[in-house]
């Protein structure tokens, strides 16, 4: 979210020969006029104890042990062709000036008799980090797993996740901006 500072001067008197000008400022949000972030994707999360099969995705195996189902519903759009979905697996950190990494694998997994695609995380571990001196304070960041997964949008099918308890997901959606051009040309 953006924050647009707007200020309007106010004229304070401290006597009659003197006159101080003061800014009052109001913190609003910036106008979103982007049409991508008005696509409103429905998510659902549900681990062993909660889990209860949805229509869209009965097929899919419940969520065992420790694991966490994250499903997202993609409503449809005109020319689905044109959009991607990027997802982001990871953990929120308290982190210090250092760069630090998870270390996982994203599974693509296949959903027997169906051929459906579905993903799975089994485990997430603290990866290799920067040993630099920092004297900032720790600040809380998502630390991304390995790369994005970039999936083409498709609504007829929702996608599906199964990460550990301790990891989140987090997603965008992409639009070609431009036609393709040719090389050399």
């Known amino acids: 979210?953006?924050?647009?500072?707007?200020?309007?001067?106010?004229?304070?008197?401290?006597?009659?020969?003197?006159?101080?000008?003061?800014?009052?400022?109001?913190?609003?949000?910036?106008?979103?006029?982007?049409?991508?972030?008005?696509?409103?994707?429905q998510s659902s999360v549900m681990n062993a104890e909660n889990y209860q099969a949805q229509a869209d995705t009965k097929m899919y195996p419940a969520p065992q042990g420790n694991m966490v189902q994250h499903i997202l519903t993609l409503p449809k759009l005109n020319n689905e062709?044109?959009?991607?979905?990027?997802?982001?697996?990871?953990?929120?950190?308290?982190?210090?000036?250092?760069?630090?990494?998870?270390?996982?694998?994203?599974?693509?997994?296949?959903?027997?008799?169906?051929?459906y695609r579905y993903y799975q995380v089994d485990s997430i571990m603290q990866g290799p980090s920067t040993r630099m001196m920092c004297t900032d304070a720790k600040t809380a960041q998502?630390?991304?797993?390995?790369d994005?997964?970039?999936?083409?949008?498709?609504?007829?099918?929702p996608k599906v996740f199964y990460?550990?308890?301790?990891?989140?997901?987090r997603y965008r959606i992409w639009q070609i901006a431009s036609d393709f051009e040719y090389s050399g040309q």
């Not at 998502?142 to 390995?146: E, G, H, K, S």
């Open 142 to 146: 998502f630390v991304v797993l390995n």
């Open 81 to 115: 062709s044109e959009y991607l979905i990027e997802i982001q697996v990871g953990q929120n950190k308290l982190v210090d000036c250092n760069k630090v990494k998870l270390m996982g694998e994203i599974e693509t997994m296949s959903l027997d008799g169906w051929g």
């Open 1 to 41: 979210m953006h924050t647009t500072i707007r200020c309007k001067p106010l004229l304070m008197a401290t006597s009659l020969l003197l006159a101080s000008v003061s800014l009052a400022c109001q913190a609003t949000s910036k106008p979103n006029n982007d049409p991508l972030n008005a696509i409103s994707i």
């Open 163 to 169: 990460l550990p308890k301790d990891a989140q997901l």
């Open 148 to 157: 994005s997964l970039t999936l083409a949008y498709d609504s007829r099918l």
